[in-house]
């Protein structure tokens, strides 16, 4: 069988970066799956998967545009330094998990401006990035009852230890 829409796939992967650091990748023995069509991977990704079959493995890179986006300077704001909690450390490149009014967010620190603000950048930590993945195609079928779970409007951040929204990925989720 195939890859097409509303197949269930399971897939070992390993995610990098130019530079070759991995940034993510699939626990042994335990392959991402998920149900084509419902917003659960990145479609650039899920693009190149279709056609496949089990057993099929294949490199594929996917350019920012076609995974989390350019960097988007309308997404850095400048914060007041009161906003922070007192144990948090302000420091620049420091992120960590805040609640926005579309769910968790992954905030980074951008610049430490002095002792009234700091910018912070809301862009998804993996947005301006080429990313490149090697993949095996481990299973594809019909998916089960229930299995099919449609993301709202481009959810589903992920990758699991980029940003800790989860695997997979929409261009317009609450992660970036």
Request: one cysteine or more; glycine letters at 14%.
């Amino acid at each position: 069988m195939n890859i097409e829409d509303k197949t269930f796939v399971a897939i070992d992967y390993r995610l990098s970066l130019d530079s070759g650091e991995e940034i993510d990748r699939s626990p042994d023995g335990k392959p991402l799956g998920f149900v084509t069509g419902t917003g659960r991977i990145l479609p650039g990704l899920e693009k190149e998967l279709m056609g496949m079959a089990a057993g099929d493995s294949a490199r594929v890179t996917l350019e920012a545009e076609d995974a989390y986006g350019e960097v988007n300077e309308n997404l850095f704001r400048d914060v007041p330094v009161s906003e922070f909690s007192k144990d948090v450390e302000l420091k620049e490149g420091k992120a960590f998990r805040a609640q926005s009014a579309r769910g968790p967010v992954t905030v980074t620190i951008a610049r430490v401006n002095d002792d009234e603000t700091v910018t912070i950048d809301l862009n998804h930590p993996m947005a301006g990035k080429r990313l490149h993945f090697e993949l095996k195609v481990v299973e594809v079928r019909e998916p089960l009852a229930g299995e099919i779970v449609e993301e709202p409007a481009g959810c589903a951040c992920g990758p699991e230890g980029g940003d800790g929204c989860g695997s997979g990925a929409g261009s317009g989720c609450a992660c970036g």
